[in-house]
C-alpha cells in the first residue's frame, strides 16, 4: 500500500487532534509541519512527528517539500484559501479545516484552481465520515423513514468573551457563524442535498463585533427545510434530526462527532445503533483523502467540492444579513 505523506500548515490544538490520527491511519504518516514561526514548527514536530518528520518555518517551505503529498491546511479562516490555492499550484492536495475559507469568492477561487490543475482538495468537514453518520445515511438513503423533509441541528458551547481570541477577532474570521453554524449547515445539506432557495438568519452580536449566537431557517424549492441554532453562550445539547415521513433520525450529543444514533420506524421499537469513532475521530477523514489520491481522484464523493460551495453560500448569505463582513488574508 502506497504510504501518502501529509504535511500539516498550521500547527494548532485541531492540528494536533489531527496528527494524534494520523499516527492511527495505516498508510500515513506525518512527514513535515509547516508555520510562520520555526520554534512553533520544531516543537510541533517533536511533539506529534517522529524523528523523520521536518519543521519548516515557513508556509512556502513547506510547500515546496517535495517529500509532502498533501496538506492539512489548519491556520484561521481567513488564511485558508491563499494557502490552498499556492499549494495546489505546487501540485500538492489539500485537505481543508472547515470553515472552507472566510469568503464565497475565496472557495471558489480554491475549487476552481483545484479543477483547473486536476488536483484533490476537500474541506475537512469530518462529520461526514464519522461511522454513525455513514450509517445514518445509508437508512435515510434506503427510505426506512420515509421521504426526508426536514433537518434540525443545534450546537452551543459557553465562551469567556476575549478580544485576543481568534474566535471573538473579526480579522480572524471569528463568530458563530464559521466557527459553529457551518456544522448543522453542512449537515443540513448533506442530508437534503443541492442549495437552499432561501435563507433568514437572525443573530445576537459581541462587543468584538462578530456574531455571539444565531438562528438559521433554510428552505428548498420542494417545501423542504432546516433550522439551525449555534450558540457561544448556550451549552446547548448538540443533537440533530433528520425527519421523514414514515419516522425519524435521532442523532444523539455531540452530532457533528456522535457516537449513537436512533432510528424511528413506523410501526417498530426505535432502534439505537451505537458506532463510535476510531482514535479522535480525524481518522476516517484521513482513510478518505488516502484512498482518493491512491485511486486518483481530485475530488470525494462523501464530501464533494460542490456541497462545499453550497453550504459556503448559505454563510455567506447569513453573513450578509447579518452585516457581517469576513475578507480573505495573505497567508505567504
Not at 445539547?237 to 452530532?255: E, M
Request: glycine residues 10%; negative net charge; hydrophobic residues 40%.
Amino acid at each position: 500500500m502506497q504510504t501518502i505523506r501529509w504535511g500539516i500548515a498550521g500547527p494548532g490544538r485541531i492540528a494536533a487532534n489531527v496528527a494524534g490520527d494520523l499516527t492511527r491511519t495505516d498508510g500515513a504518516e506525518l512527514a513535515a509541519v509547516g508555520s510562520r514561526s520555526a520554534d512553533r514548527a520544531e516543537a510541533f514536530a517533536r511533539e506529534h512527528g517522529t524523528d523523520a518528520t521536518r519543521a519548516h518555518g515557513s508556509y512556502r517551505d513547506l510547500l515546496d517539500d517535495d517529500g509532502v503529498d498533501v496538506v492539512y491546511i489548519a491556520t484561521p479562516h481567513p488564511q485558508h484559501a491563499d494557502l490552498a490555492v499556492a499549494a495546489l499550484e505546487a501540485g500538492k492536495a489539500v485537505l481543508v479545516e472547515k470553515t472552507f475559507t472566510a469568503t464565497l469568492a475565496g472557495a471558489w477561487r480554491v475549487v476552481d484552481t483545484a479543477r483547473r490543475h486536476g488536483v484533490f482538495a476537500m474541506e475537512a468537514m469530518w462529520t461526514r465520515f464519522q461511522p454513525a453518520i455513514v450509517r445514518a445515511r445509508e437508512i435515510y438513503e434506503a427510505g426506512e423513514i420515509g421521504e426526508v423533509r426536514s433537518v434540525q441541528a443545534d450546537l452551543g458551547t459557553v465562551r469567556d468573551v476575549d478580544p485576543t481570541d481568534r474566535l471573538f477577532a473579526p480579522e480572524l474570521g471569528g463568530g458563530a457563524l464559521l466557527d459553529l453554524t457551518v456544522y448543522p449547515v453542512s449537515f443540513a445539506q448533506m442530508v437534503l442535498g443541492g442549495t437552499p432557495s432561501s435563507v433568514n438568519a437572525v443573530a445576537s452580536r459581541e462587543t468584538t463585533g462578530v456574531d455571539a449566537e444565531n438562528a438559521l431557517l433554510l428552505a428548498w424549492e420542494d417545501g423542504r427545510f432546516a433550522t439551525a441554532q449555534t450558540s457561544f453562550h448556550s451549552p446547548s445539547p448538540g443533537q440533530a434530526r433528520i425527519f421523514g415521513s414514515t419516522g425519524w433520525i435521532d442523532v444523539l450529543p455531540r452530532f457533528h462527532h456522535p457516537t449513537t444514533i436512533v432510528v424511528h420506524r413506523a410501526g417498530s421499537e426505535a432502534e439505537t445503533i451505537e458506532l463510535p469513532p476510531h482514535g479522535a475521530g480525524y481518522s476516517h477523514e484521513i482513510d478518505e483523502v488516502n484512498a482518493c489520491l491512491r485511486a486518483g481522484r481530485t475530488e470525494s464523493a462523501v464530501m464533494p467540492l460542490d456541497d462545499t460551495l453550497a453550504v459556503q453560500g448559505v454563510l455567506a448569505e447569513a453573513g450578509d444579513q447579518l452585516g457581517l463582513t469576513f475578507s480573505e488574508a495573505r497567508a505567504m
